[in-house]
C-alpha cells in the first residue's frame, strides 16, 4: 500500500492555465505539507496542515492555494501558471513533533510551457 | 533562523570506496536530525535519524551521529556501491517551527564499478 500518493506525477501545461495536484496519506498522520523543489534540486517547504489548519505560509504568491479537505488528503492549486513554476512538487506528511520522520510521495513534475 | 549546510557536489567514487558527505548545522534550540536519499527520478526516502545529541543513526551500511559540539551530522559508509548512487539531502526538524524540515542544498553521489 502507498503510503504517500500524488497526482499526476506528470503534468505539462501551458502559461496562464490553472491545474491542481492531489496528495492523500493513509498513515494516520496529522500534519501534511507541499514542498518545492526546484532544477538545482533544492528543497523549499510551502504549506503545512495539522488537522486541516494552515500552520506554515510560506513567501508564496498567491496563486498558489492549498486546501485540506480532510487530515488526509492536502490538495495544491495553482492559477495563472508561469514559466517559473516549473518544478518537482512534494507532498509529505508526518505527526506533528520534533522527532516524527515525514513521508514523501513520489513527486509531481510540473513542466509550464 | 535555522540552516542546514552540505558539502558541495557532485562526489563521484568507486565502488568500495568510503564515503563522507559533512552536514552542518545552525538552529536555535535543539533540532531532530535527518538523512533523505533520492534516487533518479524517484521521491525522498528517510535513510536515518538521530533526536539528540549523541545519537547515531544508521541504516544500509550508511551511519550519522549528532554532534552537538561541532553542531554536525556527517554521513558516513564504509563501502559503496553503485546502487548508491543518488542525491543525498542533511535536513533538520524543530518542533517551534510547525515541524518543517529544513534542507541542505543536496549532495549528487555517483558510484562507479
Known sequence: DTAVS???????????????????????????????QDSKKFLKIMFSYNNKELIINETVPNRFSPKSPDKAHLNLHINSLELGDSAVYFCASSLLGRTDTQYFGPGTRLTVL | GNSVTQMEGPVTLSEEAFL??????????????????????????????????????????????????????????????VSDSAVYFCALKMETSGSRLTFGEGTQLTVNP
Open chain 1, 6 to 36: 500524488q497526482t499526476p506525477k506528470y503534468l505539462v501545461t501551458q502559461m496562464g492555465n490553472d491545474k491542481s495536484i492531489k496528495c492523500e496519506q493513509n498513515l494516520g498522520h496529522d500534519t501534511m505539507y507541499w514542498y518545492k
Open chain 2, 20 to 81: 563522507t558527505i559533512n552536514c552542518t548545522y545552525t538552529a536555535t534550540g535543539y533540532p531532530s536530525l535527518f538523512w533523505y536519499v533520492q534516487y533518479p527520478g524517484e521521491g525522498l526516502q528517510l535513510l536515518l535519524k538521530a533526536t539528540k545529541a549523541d545519537d547515531k543513526g544508521s541504516n544500509k551500511g550508511f551511519e550519522a551521529t549528532y554532534r552537538k559540539e561541532t553542531t554536525s551530522f556527517h554521513l558516513e559508509k564504509g563501502s559503496v556501491q
